[in-house]
């Protein structure tokens, strides 16, 4: 339906650097490159304004300094990431994964979609007319409402059976599971999900758009779903995009 299936006009190489204190520890984080400078300047100061957490015109010795710690602070952020997911004439897509650390680390990805004629990073309002975004958001609460549903289930079916019953280490892990979920379920039906709080990133013909996960970290070793995931098929959304972005999908 749209030209997707061109040669890319970007060019992403890797900036790598070792971790000062921690050798053989290093960071790696993409730089975009293209013939407009000016738009290229503006997606690598954005990446790095938000994933890194440092304004570019105001770093000293290095883009990751802000993340990488000092000897009193361990690192904010270890083992980053990229992946180009979609390089086209007119759109860029990546990810940038890490594991972020405070009283604890845990690993986690952003994502991130460039218009590469204005170097302006799209959001999903950008996407979706008023229609589409309450279709996609009435499809996902449906959908994370009945998965989490059927597993509950699951895990009622598990507490009956007796082999689970007369380990009470399972028996708590399968009780801790039904109590988060139940309440992750009642949440979900009493509150209205937000767009703009919902990750996502776009394909050559797919929109795949991301919910957050029942789980806090301490009960995430009881989480089996994880984040929940959805997939809109370009030909079954085209009607629901705004003008704006029908004209980056058609050049």
Same mark, same amino acid.
């Given at each position: #339906?749209?030209?997707?299936?061109? !040669?890319?006009?970007?060019?992403?190489?890797?900036?790598? /650097?070792?971790?000062? %204190?921690?050798?053989?520890?290093?960071?790696?984080?993409?730089? =975009? =490159?293209?013939e407009n400078r000016s738009v290229a300047g503006g997606i690598n100061h954005d990446l790095i304004r938000d994933f890194l957490d440092i304004e570019p015109t105001k770093v000293k010795k290095s883009i990751f300094e802000n993340v990488w710690g000092d000897k009193d602070n361990i690192s904010r952020l270890e083992g980053i990431e990229y992946k180009v &997911?979609?390089?086209?004439?007119r759109l860029l897509c990546l990810s940038l994964s890490a594991d972020g650390c405070g009283a604890y680390c845990e690993y986690f990805t952003n994502y991130y979609s460039y218009d590469l004629k204005?170097? =302006? %990073?799209?959001? !999903?309002?950008? &996407?979706?007319?008023?229609d589409g975004q309450k279709f996609v958001l009435d499809s996902m609460k449906a959908g994370k409402n009945a998965e989490i549903t059927n597993?509950?289930?699951? &895990?009622?079916?598990?507490?009956?059976? /007796?082999? &689970?019953?007369?380990?009470?280490e399972d028996k708590e892990w399968f009780e801790q599971a039904?109590? #988060?979920?139940?309440y992750c379920l009642q949440n979900? %039906? /009493?509150?209205?999900?937000?767009?703009?709080? #919902?990750k996502f990133y776009i394909t050559e013909d797919e929109l795949h758009v991301i919910s957050e996960r029942c789980s806090s970290h301490a !009960?995430?070793?009881?989480?089996?779903?994880? /984040?929940?995931?959805?997939?809109?098929?370009?030909?079954? #959304?085209e009607r629901f995009f705004t003008p704006e972005f029908r004209r980056i999908l058609t050049h």
């Open positions: #339906m749209f030209p997707l299936h061109c !040669l890319a006009q970007v060019t992403v190489k890797e900036l790598k /650097e070792e971790h000062p %204190r921690n050798k053989g520890s290093y960071y790696s984080f993409p730089r =975009i =490159i293209l &997911i979609l390089n086209s004439p204005t170097g =302006i %990073r799209i959001k !999903l309002a950008d &996407i979706l007319t008023s597993h509950i289930a699951l &895990i009622r079916d598990s507490l009956k059976s /007796e082999r &689970i019953l007369s380990n009470a039904q109590e #988060m979920y139940d979900s %039906r /009493e509150y209205e999900p937000q767009l703009e709080y #919902m !009960l995430r070793a009881v989480d089996e779903l994880d /984040e929940f995931r959805f997939v809109f098929e370009w030909k079954r #959304m």
